[in-house]
Antibody, heavy 121, light 109 residues
Framework: QVQLVESGGGVVQPGRSLRLSCAAS????????MHWVRQAPGKGLEWVAV????????YYADSVKGRFTISRDNSKNTLYLQMNSLRAEDTAVYYC??????????????WGQGTLVTVSS | EIVLTQSPATLSLSPGERATLSCGAS???????LAWYQQKPGLAPRLLIY???SRATGIPDRFSGSGSGTDFILTISRLEPEDFAVYYC??????????FGQGTKLEIK
């Protein structure tokens, strides 16, 4: 069955960096677009970034553009989110999510359990 | 960027009643590329409906989606105790960034 397991969260000071990972299993990772979605404590969902199945295209929310980088290693079935210049407002649970279909489209059919990132001095 | 507005913010109903949740878009959502998700406390969201009206695998048929353009509806025909949760709509019809609505909390009356 499809499994997505995030890791790499933790407490980090403002201005520092953190890299999240999402280990995928149970499906052909290289066939699907992948996303990061975050949720600040007590708040709603915020879409963060997407990467095409082959890594050829990447898009970001305006709130993270220029600071976050999404990437993937299809040989390791792993998705990444490099987060630089972190701010207090980046504090959130970060979920990785797989598109439902091989046909591109952000129908987020599978989600990981999330990893908490806390930005605080 | 398309802004999604969900209403009401909170909906108080009893088990067995019908729930109607709305999602309005600031501009037309192309190809009706709109999804609905359910989220329970401490858990990841779960996809219910995609492409405005297609039920995801394993979703009971009491959940249905409708709408097009700028107005979309999620209907739960007869509420079960496990349906009380927060519901989000999301559009993916235009180029990224994709956007979520702010959510509707469905609570037990």
């Amino acid at each position: 069955q499809v499994q997505l397991v995030e890791s790499g969260g933790g407490v980090v000071q403002p201005g520092r960096s953190l890299r999240l990972s999402c280990a995928a299993s149970g499906f052909t990772f290289s066939s699907y677009g992948m996303h990061w979605v975050r949720q600040a404590p007590g708040k709603g969902l915020e879409w963060v970034a997407v990467i095409w199945y082959d890594g050829s295209n990447k898009y970001y929310a305006d709130s993270v553009k220029g600071r976050f980088t999404i990437s993937r290693d299809n040989s390791k079935n792993t998705l990444y989110l490099q987060m630089n210049s972190l701010r207090a407002e980046d504090t959130a649970v970060y979920y990785c999510a797989r598109e439902l279909l091989v046909v591109p489209g952000a129908r987020l059919g599978y989600w990981g359990q999330g990893t908490l990132v806390t930005v605080s001095s | 960027e398309i802004v999604l507005t969900q209403s009401p913010a909170t909906l108080s109903l009893s088990p067995g009643e019908r729930a109607t949740l709305s999602c309005g878009a600031s501009q037309s959502v192309s190809s009706s590329y709109l999804a609905w998700y359910q989220q329970k406390p401490g858990l990841a969201p779960r996809l219910l409906i995609y492409d405005a009206s297609s039920r995801a695998t394993g979703i009971p048929d009491r959940f249905s989606g409708s709408g097009s353009g700028t107005d979309f509806i999620l209907t739960i025909s007869r509420l079960e105790p496990e349906d009380f949760a927060v519901y989000y709509c999301q559009q993916y019809g235009s180029s990224p960034p994709y956007s979520f609505g702010q959510g509707t909390k469905l609570e037990i009356k």
